[in-house]
């Protein structure tokens, strides 16, 4: 097929290709094809010389001038297919199809959180808009925001946050409707007519680990260990019982999990990286992954546990906290499920592991590997086609090491990402470049540096060959390379055209998601997400959860939408300030521009060729395909566009909030591709049950998804079967 579409909760994607260059091509037109069969033209920003850059254009007018394209004005819970029209004529006058050129029609995606036992939520806390900046009367400012994300109602923070909070709270909603039990660990609360609301609408059934966020002194406050204090103490009040997890300097209690017990059983848990504030749901990128496994469930509540009984063990003292009992377990605990991971079924395994793991802390320079980061690097070396991250401060010793080397030695590896910290982003140019610098010192983050600021320059649509032009001795930081990104802006000197200055960050954090993902589109995909920030520093260090899903290629989609849609969002405006006079262009009036994508039948730029691969094994996809290109459904496709049109049709059970549309120009970059590997083995899952009193015992018993209990284990010669039962001890777990 062609045209392939892809989506998660939040956008459909759409890329195709003709298998040449067409005459006459100057670009395309995407029509949105409806459940009901009602099609609307997408609309367009970028323009040709001479048209209006304020006035409402389609693609049909002022066509896209690439291979793919997202959808952000899909209604979540709807269902859609894309047909692609190209389009010829006169530019910046009336435009119409290409004669004898048949347009191309994809698959049918619908946007849904729901991926099998997996349920994954992402927002579009992104401010650096031209939607937000049009919204803030185009003079966009923390003071100017504030009041919009602090109000449940206002349309602003509906529009940034999308369906996050749906997903965070999707578990609280659960326990209070089903008479469940909550038990969580948080790491900041701030969102006080928002999600701290939810967690004290029904206190009786909240039982909260709650840590500190420790903030250096300013002008007008002092420093405090517990930012949250304020907001602890109302949780207090009303009834929710809070312990309280304050670590000393250097080390954070960074989880943001929740665990949710039915009839006294472990059921599911939320993980991901959305912290409890107004600023996680609303102004940095996060996501919120539920998975519905008792076996998954009983690992977390386990880990729990530990927690509790390391601040019970401490008396008060913050020097006792993250004890060496606490990382043998956790330690030991990982070094299991990494031996043999909770198998959910189909293929499907999960590995969710603790930190801190290592005997002490993080040494300058590190003295230990976590074994959880051995393992992610792992699965890094051994990606076939692509790597794909999100990530806010990894610190060194990350995975923009391990993926700096993966395509140093695979130059044929697909290769995205962005983070927050310019200056981490010079550690995967270096390490592409020199192999990498394991043994540097984990220094604090910085906001970036000279060299880091210039930024390396890789051609448009290059293979991901590494750039010895950039090289720099052994050890010292390397310059910004194109597929390692740091967020970025449209300053007012970058403004041209109908686009305005942007606000480039809300607080520190602007990508906060903690995401791997490694060939997406294999059966041995790999996702890697939650808590942890994917560096040595946060499993010597923090209390972290990370959950590796392995073979689910839904769930691998879906977060490889993400992470492309938000490396999108800021390439364009990384090559913006490096190549202005390139990317600060209206629309190229005639057919050349197809040549930064392709050249003759076989050569694709990296993003066509990543985006295409999916084609080949749609069956085993989120969606497999609908429709066929060869017979694409009747339309006005011939027609000259009109203004842009807007889906009426009715949503399903999501309710849809307003969606911030991001803007959309010219994007013009270059992209490559990976994969992991994996031992298929099950775990001897432990399980508790949970009653109103006050610990839970374990059994040596797990659910299957028929909910027999059976255990599982694989080793490297031979599998063998067992079922085994274990009498079950009563929980004394207080509530």
Known sequence: MPAVAFSNNDIALVAWTFDRHLDGCLGFAVHQIDSAGKETILPAKARFEGQDPHADFTTAQAPIQKFWWKDLSAQRGQTYQYRIVPMGGEPGGTLQPLAGIEPLLSNKVTLTPDRGPFKVYFNRGIVATQALSRALNDKPSIDALTPHILDPNDPIRRRLMGQLFEGVTYLLD????????????????????????RLQANPASRTIILGNEQVAATETKPASNDADADNRAALKAAGVTVIDRLLRKGSIPHNKFLVLTEHDEPAAVLSGSTNWTSTGLCTQTNNALVIESADVAQRYLDYWDELKKDVDASGGDDKQLQSGTLRDWDRSGNDRLLDNPIELGDGVTVQPLFSPNTRKLLASPPKETPDDMAHVFELIKNAKHAVLFLAFDPGNNSILDAAGKALANNPNLFVRGALTNAQRATNFSAALHQGGAADREDDDAGEGNAR???????VIGEAGKP????????????EIDYRAIPAGYVAAKDAFGGW????????????????????????DCAVVTGSHNLGFR??????????????????????????????????WRYWLKQKPDMFGKPLQPDDTWQERYIKGADEKSPELRFWLSAASDLDNAATAPAGSASAPPKSDAGKAAAAPKTSTAP??????????????????????????????AAKKSVKKKVTKKKTVKKTATKKTAAKKKTVKKTTAKATKKAAKKAPKKKSTRKR
């Open 651 to 680: 949503k399903k059970k999501v309710t849809k909030k307003p969606a911030a549309k991001k803007a959309a120009a010219v994007k013009k970059s270059a992209v490559k591709t990976a994969k992991p590997s994996s031992k298929k």
């Open 500 to 523: 305005e200055a942007e606000m480039q960050k809300y607080g520190f954090a602007i990508i906060h998601n903690k995401i791997v993902v490694v060939d997406p589109f294999s059966k």
């Open 467 to 478: 750039t010895k032009k950039g090289a720099k001795k052994s050890g010292e930081k390397g």
């Open 538 to 571: 946060a499993s010597h260090n923090n209390d972290e959860n990370m959950v590796i899903v392995r073979g689910h290629r839904g769930l691998a989609e879906a977060y490889a939408c993400h992470v492309l849609d938000i490396y999108d969002h800021y390439a």
């Open 174 to 197: 659960r326990a209070d409707q089903n008479g469940g039990q909550i038990h969580g660990a948080l790491y900041e609360l701030n969102d006080p007519e928002g999600l701290e609301k």
């Open 452 to 458: 880091a600021a210039r930024g390396h320059i890789g």
